[in-house]
């Protein structure tokens, strides 16, 4: 942890908070009701997800003497306003400026996957390189993976709120119809999506910080190959077909992918991060061994603890007469 990425992390939420009032702007233009059932749809989906994910050995754990209070918290709440403000503010910069260039070389096949993956994808995984190395009690791989995943639930859900204000300004008939329209559209189709490819590059990132006795380039590739993955099944995903058939098969290859490579992180980690004893915290760098006395590490199962010894006192010997 250094207190640099955790003042940049912070500093950075606070300047991305007029996002908040831009989302909050197209609310304006939709009736009451409207405007309330979509805020309690991003309500639940947020709590159902973060609920989930928190009931899973992969959490970090926080608890612990050298732990400071609040300190998950932090984290979580952290990592989503990294997502909803934050990398939501990067992609405002960036988006138009690509979509313009796109326009101008007739690229429209993959306008939608340029302004898409390319800012969005780079813009969380950075949030979530910043975010584990704010936090010491983040040091495990699938760490990355949370902390990636919460970082794209809350982009997700901003930008399912700004979708369901967009449908109720856009539906002839109402705007509730329009609202219940767009929610079940992004549930529906490609449920997870930013939450699980943020997770991708997240559990590549944490991988690269967090493994032993691997080279710099080792690192450096496992890094950019997983966010490349979360980039290239975005990227797939937003590709604008002609026709419906080869929207269809996109849509089919992209969700095994996808929800393939989520099951396989979550199975291959869900034994190691259960039976994880060596798990410790330690609030400051060690320098003598009455620190060791902040370590929270259990003891694990089966191992037998020792009986302290107790030094004898050395008698000194007799002088001879």
Not at 59 to 85: D, E, I, T, Y
Not at 121 to 147: D, Y
Not at 189 to 199: D, Q, R, S
Request: net charge neutral; charged share 15%.
């Amino acid at each position: 942890m250094s207190r640099m990425f955790s003042i940049t992390l912070w500093v950075a939420i606070l300047l991305s908070t007029p996002a908040l009032f831009l989302s909050l702007a197209t609310f304006i233009f939709v009736d009451g009701i409207s405007v309330l059932v979509n805020i309690v749809f991003a309500v639940l989906y947020l709590v159902v997800i973060v609920f989930l994910l928190s009931r899973t050995p992969l959490w970090p754990r926080f608890k612990g003497s050298g732990s400071k209070k609040g300190g998950g918290f932090a984290w979580a709440a952290s990592s989503l306003l990294w997502g909803a403000f934050v990398g939501f503010g990067i992609v405002m910069l960036f988006a138009g400026p690509v979509m313009d260039l796109t326009d101008k070389l007739g690229w429209d096949f993959v306008a939608m996957s340029f302004t898409g993956a390319y800012p969005e994808e780079i813009a969380k995984a950075l949030g979530v390189a910043i975010i584990l190395l704010s936090f010491r009690q983040l040091n495990r791989p699938w760490h990355g993976f949370i902390t990636g995943a919460l970082v794209g639930l809350g982009f997700e859900v901003n930008e399912n709120l700004l979708y369901g204000a967009t449908g109720a300004i856009m539906d002839p008939n109402a705007d509730l119809d329009g609202v219940l329209m767009m929610w079940q559209y992004r549930t529906m189709l490609g449920p997870l999506i930013h939450t699980l490819l943020t997770g991708f590059a997240g559990y590549g990132i944490a991988l690269a910080f967090f493994r032993a006795r691997k080279t710099v380039a080792w690192r450096w590739g496992v890094a950019i190959g997983w966010t490349l993955i979360a980039f290239a099944l975005h990227f797939s995903w937003n590709l604008m077909w002609e026709n419906v058939i080869g929207s269809y098969v996109t849509i089919i290859v992209v969700s095994v992918v996808m929800y393939g490579l989520a099951i396989y992180i979550i199975w291959s980690n869900w034994a190691e991060a259960r039976d994880d004893s060596s798990y410790a915290f330690v609030p400051g760098i060690i320098t003598n061994t009455k620190d060791l006395s902040l370590l929270d590490a259990p003891i694990p199962v089966g191992t037998e603890v020792p009986e302290p010894r107790i030094p004898q006192q050395i008698e000194e010997p007799k002088a001879e007469n």
